[in-house]
């Protein structure tokens, strides 16, 4: 017999409160084995979310940062938590290694992957992250951020969050584009809202800032926080003013970039070879402070 065979089960992100026999949580469509699997560990989860505008390269982050935790990689462990906690890892790597890009991410939350991993680094000591993780749509987080309460679920789950993590697209930034910096502005600035904080103090969540595609410029690889400063000054502005801990990052998953046309000949380019860069040490960065 189950353990959570009890009457009703609570969402783990927004609360309400759902049939056990459930696949997804009837208000944000969070997947319920996650929920069973937090109840099951008996202590409060950890989330980390990671956002960013649509195409800025959230999937292929977080598919690689998992495979590599996976992997024991910077002596880290981490178990995935349920078989659907691995289906993210295992869509992003399998492209890559038939040298293409994940497709984008659909609107529909139901359809969104989201990992449960156990994280520890034993040669830190014994403290286990039980890490919640969704690869939202960039597309959903825009809406929400322009029309708070479109996505309940992004609410809910940042509200939840103890830690984000915000990629911004340095590719774009560096060829001069200011959308980079106001996407993330207003990502930071609804942020700011959620994570309300005492009047006149500033927010104690850690923000890490991803720069990724740094393999477009290699001065975001040198000094990030100086590219931040210069390339992405109101976001650099903004996080020196509102957020206690912040960090900036440059990050790439791959190593060469071959161009080809899909078939309504748009120009696309295909991943040859991955040679992740920066990958863990934001996470890395990210549970330091917690
Ligand atoms: N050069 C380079 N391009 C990258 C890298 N990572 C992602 N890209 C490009 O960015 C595109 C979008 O990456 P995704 O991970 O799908 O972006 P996303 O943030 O999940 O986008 P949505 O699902 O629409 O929210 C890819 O199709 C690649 O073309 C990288 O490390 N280097
Ligand atoms: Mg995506
Ligand atoms: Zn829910």
Redesign the pocket.
């Known amino acids: 017999m189950s353990t959570y065979a009890a009457a009703s089960v609570s969402c783990l992100i927004c609360d309400t409160v759902n049939n056990p026999e459930a696949t997804v949580c009837s208000k944000c469509y969070a997947p319920m084995a996650l929920i069973h699997e937090a109840i099951a560990q008996e202590r409060e989860p950890c989330i980390v979310t990671v956002i ?12 690689m940062l998992l495979d590599m935790l996976t992997k024991r990689a910077e002596a880290f462990e981490a178990i995935p938590k349920g078989a659907y906690s691995v289906n993210l890892q295992h869509q ?1 790597i399998s492209y890559l290694s038939a040298r293409q ?6 609107m529909e939350v139901d359809t969104w992957n989201w990992a449960y991993y156990q994280v520890s680094r034993p040669q830190d000591g014994p403290r286990v992250y039980d890490l919640v993780m969704p ?7 825009a809406a929400e951020v322009a029309s708070p309460r479109t996505f309940a679920v992004i609410r809910s789950l940042l509200e939840k969050s103890s830690a984000a993590i915000l ?1 911004v ?1 340095a ?1 774009v930034a560096a060829a001069g584009s200011s959308q980079p910096d106001f996407f993330a502005l207003k990502l930071l600035s609804y942020l700011d809202g959620v994570f309300a904080a005492k009047r006149g103090q500033k927010l104690q969540t850690p923000v890490a800032l991803v720069l ?5 410029s290699q001065k975001c690889f040198d000094d990030p926080e100086g590219f931040a400063y210069t390339n992405l000054n109101r976001i650099w502005n903004l996080c020196d003013s509102r957020f206690a801990h912040f960090k900036f990052f440059a ?4 190593g060469g ?1 071959g161009y080809g046309t899909d078939e309504y000949e748009n120009v ?2 295909y ?1 040859l070879h991955v040679a ?1 860069r920066g990958i863990l040490e934001p996470f890395e960065w990210t549970l330091s402070k917690l």
């Open positions: 960013g505008d649509s195409n800025v390269g959230k999937t292929v982050y977080l598919g992003v890009f994940p497709p984008k991410t659909a690869d939202m749509a960039g597309e959903a987080l990629l697209d590719a990724c595609k740094a393999d477009y990050t790439s998953v791959v970039l696309i380019p991943p992740p």
